[in-house]
Antibody, heavy 120, light 111 residues
Framework: EVRLVESGGGWVQPGGSLRLSCAASGFSFEDFAMHWVRQDPGGGLEWVSAINWNSGNLGYADSVKGRFTISRDNARNSLYLQMSSLTTEDTALYYC?????????????WGQGMPVTVTS | QSVLTQPPSASGTPGQRVTISCSGSSSNIGSNIVNWYQKLPGMAPKLLIYSNNQRPSGVPDRFSGSKSGTSASLAISGLQSEDEADYYCATWDDSPNDHVVFGGGTKLTVL
């Protein structure tokens, strides 16, 4: 059974940093691209970032480019999102998502999500 | 404002067939595959249709997808009460650089 468990979210002040982690199990993690997608308080979905199977190809939404960094550790079956210079616009539920292939192709399986709240 | 346009709401009675549209442009739907997701309240989104019209294992064949030009549609036949959920379309957008775009979501109500 595929499982994706996010951690590391919480409350942070504007300008602060957070690191999200995603522990994967139930599939061959090193064979699949991974994504971060967020859902804002209004319900809209926004793709944040993607990484291919061997970290050779990274992609970011314009809204987070230069502030967020995606990475993975295939030996630990883990995906990460380092977030810095956070603003209130980054407040959302962050989902770790498995792709359907080794290169970013389509969003396949979603974790349960981790809330991030940026507030003073 | 979402890049892909979906109707905010749709409804149908049990047993009926409903369709949800998703409209985009040449840089997204026009040149990439479309995927559909079902989101039940308090749950994570679930992949319903990938590559325009493919169903993952476990998804009932009551759900079907299609794409034509810069638009796509999700059809649900034999509507059931458990189909009441939010539905989102998504695809890649090539302009100005590759990124995933979503529709704003359609809330389906089973009357």
């Amino acid at each position: 059974e595929v499982r994706l468990v996010e951690s590391g979210g919480g409350w942070v002040q504007p300008g602060g940093s957070l690191r999200l982690s995603c522990a994967a199990s139930g599939f061959s993690f090193e064979d699949f691209a991974m994504h971060w997608v967020r859902q804002d308080p209004g319900g809209g979905l926004e793709w944040v970032s993607a990484i291919n199977w061997n970290s050779g190809n990274l992609g970011y939404a314009d809204s987070v480019k230069g502030r967020f960094t995606i990475s993975r550790d295939n030996a630990r079956n883990s995906l990460y999102l380092q977030m810095s210079s956070l603003t209130t616009e980054d407040t959302a539920l962050y989902y770790c998502v498995k792709d359907g292939s080794g290169w970013p192709h389509y969003l396949d399986f979603w974790g349960q999500g981790m809330p991030v709240t940026v507030t003073s | 404002q979402s890049v892909l346009t979906q109707p905010p709401s749709a409804s149908g009675t049990p047993g009926q067939r409903v369709t949800i549209s998703c409209s985009g442009s040449s840089s997204n739907i026009g040149s990439n595959i479309v995927n559909w997701y079902q989101k039940l309240p308090g749950m994570a989104p679930k992949l319903l249709i990938y590559s325009n019209n493919q169903r993952p294992s476990g998804v009932p064949d009551r759900f079907s997808g299609s794409k034509s030009g810069t638009s796509a549609s999700l059809a649900i036949s034999g509507l059931q009460s458990e189909d009441e959920a939010d539905y989102y379309c998504a695809t890649w957008d090539d302009s100005p650089n590759d990124h995933v775009v979503f529709g704003g979501g359609t809330k389906l109500t089973v009357l």
